[in-house]
C-alpha cells in the first residue's frame, strides 16, 4: 500500500479522542505528507517584524526541505524569497540573520538587489539575460507584527487570520518590539507531539513548578472552549472588554487558529518567578485595566504565542525529521526598553526556559515510548484534554480533505 493509502486507511479507522497509530509519529513517509500536505501549503510563521528594522535586514529558515529567507528591501516591504542560488543551486544567504546592500552568493558571486532581482553574473555570454534568474519569491504577509510565509505556488487567503488576530493583538504592539532574547532547542520527538504536548497542561502541576506558579494549571487556557464554563474567566473577559482589550476565546471554524485571554494565578502579572513585571518598560498599552493576564494565539502547525502586559513570548515549530523539532522561543519587549536598567534577560527568560527544557523531557519521553511496537493508541482525558484532542481532530481533519483533494472540513466541534 502506498504511504497516502496507507494514511487514509488510519485516518479513516481513527478512534476519537484517542492519540494517534505509531506511524505519525516515527514514520519518515509519513513526515514527508505531513510537510507536502500541511508545511508547504499552510501559511508557517518565521518571525517578527522587528527583527527586520531596516533595507537589507534579513534573517533565514529551514522548512523541511526548503531553505528559506525574509528580507526588507528599499521599498520596506518584507518579502521571502527561496534561499537558493538561480545559477547552480548554492545557498545564497549562509548566515541565519544580519544587514546586507545585495544578495552576493558565496559560489561564483552572483549578486541580487534586495528585490530579489539579479544584478550581476559575471562571464555569462551575450545572450544571457539576468531578468530571466531573479531569486523564486514566496508568499509572505505580516500581520501585527509578526511574518507568515507560504510555500504554496497558489497560497489560500491570509485575510481570515489577519481579521482574526488584528483586533486582539494590536495593543500588544510587536511592531514596537525588539528581540531581548531568543533560544532554539531541538526536541527529539515529531512535531505533532510537540502540539500535543503544547495543548494541554495535564502535565503541568508534576512537570512545571515555575510556570504553576503564574499560569492556570486548570483547563481554561489550554483547553477546549477556553474558559467558556468557568465564570470567574467569563468575568474576566466582560473587565477587559469593558476596558477596549478583547479577550474571549475565539476559534476559527476550521480549528487552525485560535485567541482566548486567561487570567494568571496567585496575583501574577507577568512570567517571572515572583509574577512581579519582567520589564519595567512595558510592551502593551493596556494601561486600563489591572491584571490583563495571558492572551493566547496559536496558529496550526507553526506558532503560539502568549502575550501579557509587559512582554510577549513567541514560539516557533519547525520540524526537522519525522522523530526532530526545533522550537524557537523569543522573547519580545518594549523596543527602548535596556537590558540590566529595564530588565534582566535572566529573571525575563527564566520562567519559560525552565518550563521549555521540562516540555523537551517530557516530549522525549513520549516520543521514545512510542517508538515501542507495543505502543497503541491511548485515551484523552475529556477534562483536562480537550486542546489535544482539537488539535488532533484539525490535523486529522486536514490531512484527510488534503488527501482526497477537498478544502479543509469544517469542524463539527471546534473546542
Ligand atoms: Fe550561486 Fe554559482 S551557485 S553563483
Ligand atoms: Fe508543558
Redesign the pocket.
Known sequence: MDTQSEMLAMLSRRQPNFSLERPFYTDPDFFKLDMELIWYRDWVFIGHECELPKPGSFFTAQIGDYAIMALKAEDGVIRGFHNT?R????K?CTQDKGVTAKLV?P????AYGLDGKLLFARQMGESFDKADYALGQIACETVEGSIFINLSERPYDFAPLREHLTPYASTHRLRDAKVAFEATIIEKGNWKLVWENNRECYHCAANHPELCRVFPESPTGSSAAGGAADQEVMDFWARCESAGIPSRYKVDPTGQFRTTRTPLVNGAVSYTADGRPGVSRFLSDNRKVEGIGALLFYHYPSTWNHYLDDHTVTFRVLPISATETAVTTKWLVHKDAVAGIDYDVDRLTHVWTETNDQDRRVVEFNAAGILSPAYRPGPYSDSYEGGVSQFVEWYASFMLSRIKGDKPHLLSSVA
Not at 545559477?87 to 548554492?90: E, F
Not at 559560489?107 to 552572483?110: A, R, S, T
Request: aromatic share 18%; with cysteine; proline share 0%.
Open positions: 542560488c545559477h547552480r543551486g548554492s545564497v552568493c559560489y561564483h558571486q552572483w
